[in-house]
């Protein structure tokens, strides 16, 4: 499973403490060193959880053991299924990048039009961050309506394996109900975030070129090496590991389809 995630993913820093991508570009740009103590885990988990979610998923709980195996499916080309989805995904984010006058002639156009810098930047950063927004929400919804769809598949075939993978299967579904607006708020907030990246990127660009008027701050805040091209590249990071965080319970259903592919085969 390596080769579905940067090596970081599967090797954990040191002190035991396991981070994701996401999670160090978030505290880099907000400049936190905090991280989440395990021992307040279930705490935590518990304020995520409404009463009526929790009674929810207490009853999907006590029925997992009534689950058995409904059918069979074909499990061989999750792997394949997997890998693709992500390169595609990834392929989408990072061509979404590239500016559309360098594009080849002929080259289809791409959906999600990277923003284009207005000349009021400097003077209404608030306003020229908005498409950025959009064009990073926008991205979010691709990336949730192509996994969710995938996800629910895995599931099926999991159910249609074993007992013990379909019981895993309703779990997965159960804790994706019961989680699932409080992780589309979290995801919600990093455009947010972004966004004060943005506005601290420019008052660093205003402060560097004290002696320059406006115009000739914007030149220099779109140039190469500029404000501009360092947020976009933080942006396009950011993506590529929520992509990364969104794979994980996935590889999760994969992996334990292959301990199951495994000990059939002992």
């Not at 080259?107 to 959009?134: G, H, M, N, V």
């Not at 691709?142 to 769809?149: F, G, K, S, V």
């Not at 320059?212 to 976009?232: I, S, T």
Request: hydrophobic content about 40%.
């Amino acid at each position: 499973m390596s080769q579905l995630l940067p090596h970081h993913h599967t090797s954990p820093p040191s002190g035991g403490q396991r981070h994701t991508t996401l999670q160090a570009q978030l505290q880099a740009l907000t400049g936190s060193a905090g991280a989440l103590s395990h021992r307040d885990f279930a705490d935590k988990l518990g304020q995520l959880i409404g009463l009526s979610n929790a009674i929810a998923l207490s009853e999907s709980l006590r029925s997992l053991k009534r689950l058995g195996p409904k059918g069979d499916a074909g499990a061989g080309s999750l792997h394949r299924e997997l890998l693709t989805a992500r390169g595609e995904i990834l392929g989408f984010i990072v061509n979404s990048f590239v500016d559309e006058d360098s594009t080849e002639e002929g080259a289809p156009s791409l959906p999600f039009i990277l923003p284009r810098p207005p000349t009021d930047s400097i003077d209404e950063p608030a306003e020229a961050y908005k498409a950025y927004q959009r064009f990073y929400a926008l991205h979010q919804s691709e990336m949730d309506y192509r996994l969710i769809a995938l996800r629910k598949h895995m599931q099926q075939v999991l159910t249609a394996r074993s007992a013990a993978l379909a019981q895993l299967a309703e779990l997965d579904r159960s804790l994706t109900e019961t989680l699932g607006d409080y992780s589309r708020r979290v995801l919600a907030s990093i455009p947010r975030l972004l966004g004060q990246r943005f506005h601290a990127l420019i008052r660093a660009q205003i402060e560097q070129d004290t002696a320059l008027a406006p115009n000739e701050v914007f030149a220099q805040w779109v140039a190469a090496g500029g404000g501009l091209q360092q947020f976009l590249a933080e942006m396009r990071g950011l993506l590529i590991a929520e992509l990364d965080m969104r794979l994980m319970p996935l590889i999760g259903l994969l992996e334990a389809l292959d301990v199951e592919v495994e000990n059939n085969n002992d």
